[in-house]
């Protein structure tokens, strides 16, 4: 039986915790609880001890724990059994559309919203449109593809979305730096571009997070949805990172389907979009119920 010493999943060091992460790294092992076997994919030093970034395999819920290294193993073909290898598996088969765009298990009422936070000049975030949301659907889970370049210069935003209490967030991994060139082609651009560090995009994003007492969850958005087939065999192989993409982007009126991965854009840069999505509303909550992304790939 594993000890772990502490596990606290939402928020697991006081928001005004000073002290920095180091060493963050790739580390991969598995290990066995009960009937569940658990990812580890991270490993990083916080105030002279060291913590883990662990995955259940059968709900993809992340945990950061510190843990008794000794049963620590190796991946092994029971990992590539779990419903997390699969779903993994699947969703970076195909960079097309940066990856899975429509919730895999028969739940016909279920639809997953996500909200964008790519770097923006614009002041604020969609406040008013958040706060309508949750009016008409009350507590709301809702996935937040955040960069770090949105969250270091909207401080305040930022932790107004942390504090809404009727919001149930699933942090996204939205990139680092999230680079974009409005003059290149999209071949060359976003995550495509010759100089990406991918280590650092992925991995810096997390640390931003962890420091915050945020825990980064298993889902990935590319920048621009723009992937190529290296990039999606680093996040199966290397990251552990099921990418998402979307089949109703709201302001490219696409409509919301059974199922849906929903895109909208919170950083104020798609108004069009949400302007859209507040319209549909009502209709939609007639026929759907926003799930938790999780639930997308797992019952
Ligand atoms: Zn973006």
Same mark, same amino acid.
């Given at each position: ?16 915790? =000073? ?24 490993? @990083? ?9 662990? +995955? ?5 819920? +992340?945990?950061?724990?510190? &843990? ?22 699947? !969703?970076? !088969? ?26 923006? !000049? %614009?002041?604020?975030?969609? /406040?008013?449109? $958040?706060?309508?949301?949750? #009016?008409?659907?009350? #507590?709301? *889970?809702?996935? $937040? ?23 149930? =967030? ?14 290149? *082609? ?20 997390? #640390? ?5 007492? &945020? ?10 949805? =723009? ?14 990172? =099921? ?8 302001? %490219?009126?696409?409509?919301? %389907?059974?199922? /849906?991965?929903?895109? $909208? ?13 507040? #319209? %549909? &509303? ?7 119920? @926003?799930? *938790? ?7």
């Amino acid at each position: 039986m594993l000890r772990l010493i502490f596990s606290v999943m939402l928020c697991w060091l006081p928001l005004s915790a =000073i002290e920095h992460i180091e060493h963050y790294e790739i580390f991969t092992k598995q290990y066995q609880e009960n009937d569940t076997l658990f990812l580890v994919s991270r490993r @990083f030093e916080l105030g002279g001890a060291t913590f883990y970034l662990t +995955t259940n395999t059968q709900t993809l819920q +992340t945990k950061v724990l510190s &843990l008794d290294t000794s049963k620590l193993m190796p991946l092994d073909e029971r990992f590539l059994q779990t419903p997390f290898a699969k779903q993994l598996s699947n !969703a970076t !088969a195909s960079f097309a559309k940066g990856g899975a765009t429509q919730g895999v298990m028969a739940n016909d009422k279920a639809i997953y919203l996500t909200m964008d936070l790519c770097p923006s !000049a %614009k002041k604020g975030y969609e /406040s008013a449109f $958040i706060e309508h949301l949750t #009016k008409q659907n009350g #507590k709301t *889970p809702i996935a $937040i593809a955040l960069s770090s370049a949105w969250r270091e210069h909207h401080k305040k935003e930022f932790e107004a979305l942390v504090k809404n209490p009727l919001l149930e =967030i699933t942090w996204v991994n939205h990139t680092h730096t999230h680079f974009y060139d409005p003059k290149l *082609p999209e071949h060359q651009n976003f995550m495509l571009h010759k100089n990406t560090d991918v280590k650092s995009e992925i991995l810096g994003f997390e #640390k931003t997070l962890l420091e915050e007492g &945020l825990t980064p969850s298993v889902f990935f958005r590319f920048p621009g949805l =723009i992937a190529d087939e290296k990039l999606m065999r680093e996040l199966k192989e290397t990251y552990f990172l =099921i990418p998402l993409g979307a089949n109703a982007w709201i302001a %490219k009126n696409e409509p919301i %389907k059974k199922g /849906s991965i929903i895109l $909208i854009h919170g950083n104020k840069n798609e108004p069009q979009g949400i302007a859209m999505m507040q #319209k %549909k &509303l009502p209709e939609v909550l007639k026929t759907y119920r @926003f799930k *938790p992304i999780q639930e997308a790939f797992v019952k």
